[in-house]
């Protein structure tokens, strides 16, 4: 196996999905605390008690010991988010709120006591809900001086902890979900493609001025953009699919072209052009882009297909970007098609494509688990878990022989929490089971898994315990 010796094994989190104690501490309204069904249904007016989010698996109060059971399993590293609410609760506040400042100290000094380094998400799908209200979220311009606000709060305040930061999770999602990523309320069926455009262009803009700023203000600082990969695969040998597929994954590696070029690709041009898409673009703007990123991070749970023939173009089940699905491989109970070997060929390509380091900062699997007993403790017994994490190592490791740079790998949702696109306990992908159900029943008891010990091992061997 040939995991570098410095290699960052951990796990990966985002606070609404976490933390709970929506309203503690001084946290304002995020756009989560009004989504009860995740991207599957309306948002609310006021927060509700149906969402679990509200409560999460309250990391917020116990931080300590969920990082012990990491600092266990022998993580290097932890991948959270900052809930901007807690810092900024309004989003447009003149004075951070202490409290929320203070909550992070905190996570990041017991990280450090047991040498964990924290990759931290600067944005996750948890805007302050007030931007949304009172200025439309990312469509608004505005945004970027409040993200830039919110970034110099941070850097100044935690530059001495943390030396990994990502901009935006999964930002090429606002195209798609443009309420939870984009805090834009507005049915997408009323945006036009122009609106969404503009959206992502402010917060591409938005995140290289965070890189510069990070840069200027952190030494050694690294920092990253995170994209949701998908590898497209035609559905048929015909050229016709080849093109539609060039096609679909231009609508995703756009985001890492600017981010690592610094300029709008020419392919983008073509297709303004022909959807009738004119966008802001100030000179300002054009020179901010060229602050690129240190390294990529993406998220990688399946891949899908394309096809020319609109007859064919079904979108599969649940996932966040559609696709057609692929009719050799097996689905998760949430219908995301599995292929490790999607993992090694996406490395690739992006490796190729730009040259940048990577950062697996998502993988896993979304499952329903039955807590058991075994010689008297409580565990779960999920050698599938097991199994779908193995495969995607190993083919991690064949990227990593065919030559492509990666610092580490974060599972996601090393610990049960809150899914993101159903807003379900029911959907697990932790190492540590949590008592908590879709019902808001459970006493958030917390349990090893068999995954537990397994993840350990590979930790412990650097990979040399995985199964090819
Ligand atoms: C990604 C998000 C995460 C996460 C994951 C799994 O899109 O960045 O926040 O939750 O998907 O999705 P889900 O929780 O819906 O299974």
Same mark, same amino acid.
């Given at each position: 196996?040939?995991?570098?010796?410095?290699?960052?094994?951990?796990?990966? @989190?985002?606070?609404?999905?976490?933390?709970?104690?929506?309203?503690?501490?001084?946290?304002?309204?995020?756009?989560?605390?009004?989504?009860?069904?995740?991207?599957?249904?309306?948002?609310?007016?006021?927060?509700?008690?149906?969402?679990?989010?509200?409560?999460?698996?309250?990391?917020?109060?116990?931080?300590?010991?969920?990082?012990?059971?990491?600092?266990?399993?022998?993580?290097?590293?932890?991948?959270?988010?900052?809930?901007?609410?807690?810092?900024?609760?309004?989003?447009?506040?003149?004075?951070?709120?202490?409290?929320?400042?203070?909550?992070?100290?905190?996570?990041?000094?017991?990280?450090?006591?047991?040498?964990?380094?924290?990759?931290?998400?600067?944005?996750?799908?948890?805007?302050?809900?007030?931007?949304?209200?009172?200025?439309?979220?990312?469509?608004?311009?505005?945004?970027?001086?409040?993200?830039?606000?919110?970034?110099?709060?941070?850097?100044?305040?935690?530059?001495?902890?943390?030396?990994?930061?990502?901009?935006?999770?999964?930002?090429?999602?606002?195209?798609?979900?443009?309420?939870?990523?984009?805090?834009?309320?507005?049915?997408?069926?009323?945006?036009?493609?122009?609106?969404?455009?503009?959206?992502?262009?402010?917060?591409?803009?938005?995140?290289?001025?965070?890189?510069?700023?990070?840069?200027?203000?952190?030494?050694?600082?690294?920092?990253?953009?995170?994209?949701?990969?998908?590898?497209?695969?035609?559905?048929?040998?015909?050229?016709?699919?080849?093109?539609?597929?060039?096609?679909?994954?231009?609508?995703?590696?756009?985001?890492?072209?600017?981010?690592?070029?610094?300029?709008?690709?020419?392919?983008?041009?073509?297709?303004?052009?022909?959807?009738?898409?004119?966008?802001?673009? @100030?000179?300002?703007?054009?020179?901010?882009?060229? $602050?690129?990123?240190?390294?990529?991070?993406?998220?990688?749970?399946?891949?899908?297909?394309?096809?020319?023939?609109?007859?064919?173009?079904?979108?599969?089940?649940? $996932?966040?970007?559609?696709?057609?699905?692929?009719?050799?491989?097996?689905?998760?109970?949430?219908?995301?098609?599995?292929?490790?070997?999607?993992?090694?060929?996406?490395?690739? *390509?992006?490796?190729?494509?730009?040259?940048?380091?990577?950062?697996?900062?998502?993988?896993?699997?979304?499952?329903?688990?039955?807590?058991?007993?075994?010689?008297?403790?409580?565990?779960?017994?999920?050698?599938?878990?097991?199994?779908?994490?193995?495969?995607?190592?190993? *083919?991690?490791?064949?990227?990593?022989?065919?030559?492509?740079?990666?610092?580490?790998? @974060?599972?996601?949702?090393?610990?049960?929490?809150?899914?993101?696109?159903?807003?379900?306990?029911?959907?697990?992908?932790?190492?540590?089971?949590?008592?908590?159900?879709?019902?808001?029943?459970?006493?958030?008891?917390?349990?090893?898994?068999?995954?537990?010990?397994?993840?350990?091992?590979?930790?412990?061997?650097?990979?040399?315990?995985?199964?090819?």
């Amino acid at each position: 196996m040939t995991f570098p010796p410095d290699f960052l094994w951990g796990g990966a @989190t985002a606070a609404n999905q976490l933390e709970g104690a929506f309203d503690e501490g001084g946290k304002g309204l995020s756009i989560q605390d009004v989504a009860p069904r995740g991207i599957q249904g309306p948002r609310t007016s006021i927060p509700t008690a149906d969402n679990l989010k509200l409560v999460g698996i309250d990391f917020y109060h116990r931080y300590a010991s969920d990082i012990a059971l990491f600092a266990e399993m022998g993580f290097k590293v932890l991948r959270l988010s900052i809930a901007w609410s807690r810092i900024l609760p309004k989003g447009d506040d003149e004075e951070p709120n202490e409290e929320g400042l203070a909550f992070y100290d905190r996570v990041f000094d017991e990280c450090a006591r047991h040498g964990i380094e924290p990759l931290v998400t600067i944005s996750h799908y948890e805007t302050p809900l007030h931007l949304a209200d009172h200025y439309g979220g990312w469509v608004n311009r505005e945004m970027i001086g409040f993200y830039e606000r919110y970034v110099r709060t941070l850097f100044d305040r935690y530059g001495s902890k943390v030396r990994y930061w990502l901009t935006f999770n999964e930002i090429n999602s606002v195209l798609h979900v443009p309420f939870l990523s984009g805090a834009i309320d507005t049915p997408k069926d009323q945006l036009s493609t122009s609106e969404l455009y503009q959206a992502a262009h402010h917060e591409l803009v938005a995140s290289a001025l965070a890189t510069r700023i990070a840069h200027e203000m952190i030494p050694g600082v690294k920092v990253g953009c995170m994209i949701l990969a998908m590898p497209t695969y035609p559905l048929t040998p015909d050229p016709a699919d080849v093109v539609a597929v060039m096609q679909a994954d231009r609508r995703n590696l756009f985001f890492g072209d600017v981010h690592t070029q610094g300029i709008y690709p020419s392919y983008m041009r073509r297709y303004f052009r022909e959807a009738g898409i004119e966008l802001d673009i @100030t000179d300002d703007d054009r020179e901010i882009l060229t $602050n690129t990123v240190d390294f990529v991070s993406f998220s990688y749970y399946m891949s899908v297909c394309e096809a020319a023939d609109p007859a064919k173009r079904a979108t599969g089940e649940g $996932n966040v970007i559609g696709g057609v699905p692929n009719p050799t491989l097996q689905a998760s109970d949430w219908g995301w098609q599995i292929d490790p070997a999607g993992l090694r060929i996406v490395a690739n *390509q992006f490796w190729d494509r730009w040259g940048k380091p990577l950062f697996v900062v998502e993988n896993g699997l979304g499952a329903k688990d039955e807590l058991v007993e075994v010689d008297g403790a409580k565990t779960v017994l999920d050698d599938y878990r097991i199994a779908y994490l193995n495969d995607h190592l190993v *083919q991690l490791s064949e990227a990593i022989d065919d030559g492509v740079e990666i610092l580490g790998y @974060t599972a996601w949702g090393c610990i049960d929490l809150v899914s993101f696109t159903t807003a379900q306990m029911s959907k697990r992908y932790g190492f540590v089971y949590v008592d908590r159900h879709d019902d808001g029943s459970g006493t958030l008891e917390r349990y090893r898994k068999a995954s537990f010990d397994w993840y350990a091992e590979v930790i412990r061997t650097n990979g040399g315990s995985l199964l090819r």
